[in-house]
């Protein structure tokens, strides 16, 4: 069984930089598109950015895009965002998953955007 397990959040203020890591354990996702996504308070979650298995290719959500990067390392089985640019709206809990269907969600990573 594949577990994910999201880190690297905390408290920011904004403007500042983040940069989160999701290792997967159980399985290898090196053949899988792969996806960061967040939950804010009291919204559901949202897609925030994906890469294809090989890592060429990039996309974003337009509130993330030009601020955020994701990029992947196989051999080592983790998926990173780097988050600048941070604003008080990213606050949320991240998480990483592949591309539907998704494996089973890890617990997230806490972002708080606040001066």
């Known amino acids: 069984q594949v577990q994910l397990v999201e880190s690297g959040g905390g408290l920011v203020q904004p403007g500042g930089s983040l940069r989160l890591s999701c290792a997967a354990s159980?399985?290898?996702?090196?053949?899988?598109?792969m996806g960061w996504y967040r939950q804010a308070p009291g919204k559901q979650r949202e897609w925030v950015a994906r890469?294809?298995?090989?890592?060429?290719?990039?996309t974003y959500a337009d509130s993330v895009k030009g601020r955020f990067t994701i990029s992947r390392d196989n051999a080592k089985n983790t998926v990173y965002l780097q988050m600048n640019s941070l604003k008080p709206e990213d606050t949320a809990v991240y998480y990483c998953?592949?591309?539907?269907?998704?494996?089973?969600w890890g617990q997230g990573t806490q972002v708080t955007v606040s001066s």
């Open positions: 998953n592949k591309n539907a269907p998704f494996y089973s």
């Open positions: 890469i294809t298995f090989g890592g060429v290719t990039t």
């Open positions: 159980g399985s290898s996702f090196s053949g899988y598109g």
